[in-house]
């Protein structure tokens, strides 16, 4: 009796459940309060829909946002879901690539400008890079134990810009002055001039589950060689100690050596400030090594 | 909302903002994605949703209406197992059973992607799912076996025998 059990099990996988011809049962009221679910089916209408960005909740992939709801920690009361505003995609165009706010981590591996493929390929799991977005990754808020804006670094170095919409309207801006601003902002597309060189360095993962620690981004532009890292502190940041100190003709370990200076590590779950301090310098020398 | 769920056209009142893994479980009562960290993390409730892999709990259902989702049940038929089922079958590829669902769905859109893929490619398709038991060798022995072709999708027999030595 038990060896035919095992066998229905192995052999006729979904015999338990008759899929089509189960009674629907009553779905569980799961919300307490009710969220207007907003679904635009194009780039007008999301910008249309997320209005000034007033007690709004952007889900682009949804791998930050989701936990956070599914869990109850976070109860918007309207949440704006772009996964048919038609905001993916990736064009260039005389040396300018034009990257789409819901376009997927993965599709950035082999299609866009280095340092930034390289360091969506870091970016969780296949399935992870399939659903997370570049929109998602850039609006990332500072996390006190997990880099997720690791995209930032990146951008950071190439000098990106970034197109959004709120409260007056459509605007573009340098990466570093819409990470440092605290609006509610729309972002529509990331735009990034082809760099003359770009390069990575991260500390390796021992699994695709984890975190990168810490990773280097460096590209060479019109504003000469731009220096990022991640996972140095809450949020990415650029070096600018190593950028002047290349400008001033420094080699790769000389400029390299006062990284450290720039940035206020911290001990987290995945490293110590030591560790990071530590590492910092050799990450930078290896990009700069690798451009 | 709509989902054409295992080729059949379903409709939904699960609330939009709620996940797909939650409209399949407890709407549907499809109980082969499994609600493991309801983070993205373990891979348990991995479903193929217009064919690509997709981690259900961090899918809004609102975000995939109208699409088509295919769950485990959906890969075989009625007189035969899909290749990547008879190759977890006959490679001992299960034990406790919870995260097979998502590693069958995953590795079946991985050989889709690369038809031969190989040891490495396997490992680092499969990289994001979680398995507490089989210590991941037989399963990427099961799917080394579906990208050789090596395997037997009749539904009706027993499965290989162990020969000495082959049990980890």
């Known amino acids: 009796m038990a060896r035919r059990h095992l066998r229905l099990r192995h052999l006729r996988p979904g015999a338990w459940v008759r899929i089509g011809e189960s009674p629907p049962s009553t779905p569980k ?61 990736i064009t260039s165009e005389n040396g300018t690539v034009r990257i789409g706010a819901t376009t997927p981590v993965l599709a950035l591996v082999g299609a866009t400008p280095e340092p930034l493929s390289t360091f969506a390929a ?35 170095a190439l000098g990106a810009r970034v197109r959004s919409a709120g409260a007056g309207g459509e605007r573009t801006e340098s ?21 003359t060189r770009g390069a990575a360095a991260a500390l390796g993962r021992p699994h695709a589950h984890n975190y990168t620690i810490m990773a280097v981004a460096a590209a060479e532009g019109a504003d000469g060689v ?38 206020s590590p911290h001990d987290d779950a995945l490293a110590s400030a030591w560790y990071r301090s530590t590492m910092l310098p050799r990450l930078v020398e290896q990009a700069l090594g690798r451009l | 909302m709509k989902l054409l769920v295992n080729g059949i056209e379903r409709d939904l009142e699960t609330p939009p903002l709620e996940s797909l893994l939650t409209a399949l479980r ?28 997709r981690r259900a709990c961090l899918v809004p259902i609102g975000a995939v209406d109208g699409a088509s989702v295919t769950t485990v049940e959906g890969l075989g038929t009625d007189r ?10 006959d490679n001992y590829a299960t ?15 991985l050989l889709e992607r690369e038809p031969g893929a190989g040891r490495d490619q396997i490992i680092e398709g499969l990289a994001g799912h979680m398995c507490r038991c089989t210590g991941y060798v037989k399963i990427v022995e099961a799917v080394e076996a579906a990208a050789r072709g ?9 499965p290989e025998t162990l020969t000495e030595g082959s049990q980890a």
């Open chain 2, 80 to 89: 035969e197992l899909s290749p990547i089922q008879a190759a977890f079958f």
């Open chain 2, 150 to 158: 090596d395997v037997d999708t009749r539904r009706d027999r027993e």
């Open chain 1, 29 to 89: 009221a799961h919300m307490t309060h009710s969220t207007n679910v907003l679904v635009p089916t194009s780039p007008e209408e999301a910008v249309a829909s997320f209005g000034d960005g007033g007690g709004i909740t952007v889900v682009a992939g949804g791998t930050i946002v989701m936990p956070e709801l599914s869990s109850g920690r976070l109860r918007p009361e309207r949440a704006l879901l772009l996964a048919k505003a038609g905001l993916a995609g």
């Open chain 1, 226 to 263: 731009l220096v990022a890292v991640s996972g140095a502190g809450p949020r990415a940041q650029r070096l600018p100690s190593v950028e002047q100190a290349l400008a001033g003709g420094a080699d790769a370990a000389g400029a390299a050596a006062g990284a450290a200076a720039d940035v």
């Open chain 2, 26 to 53: 407890e709407e549907l009562a499809i109980t082969s994605p499994k609600a493991g960290c309801l983070q993205g993390g373990c891979g348990a409730c991995t479903v193929l949703v217009d064919g690509e892999p």
């Open chain 2, 95 to 109: 034990q406790c059973g919870f995260c097979v669902s998502g590693f069958m769905l995953a590795a079946h859109s």
């Open chain 1, 122 to 156: 870091y970016v969780g799991d296949y399935e992870i890079r399939s659903q997370a977005t570049i929109g998602g990754n850039v609006c990332a808020a500072p996390a006190a134990e997990s880099p997720r804006g690791d995209l930032q670094a990146p951008l950071l």
């Open chain 1, 175 to 195: 990466i570093d002055d819409f990470l440092a601003g605290g609006e509610d902002r729309l972002v529509l597309e990331l735009e990034v001039d082809q760099p």
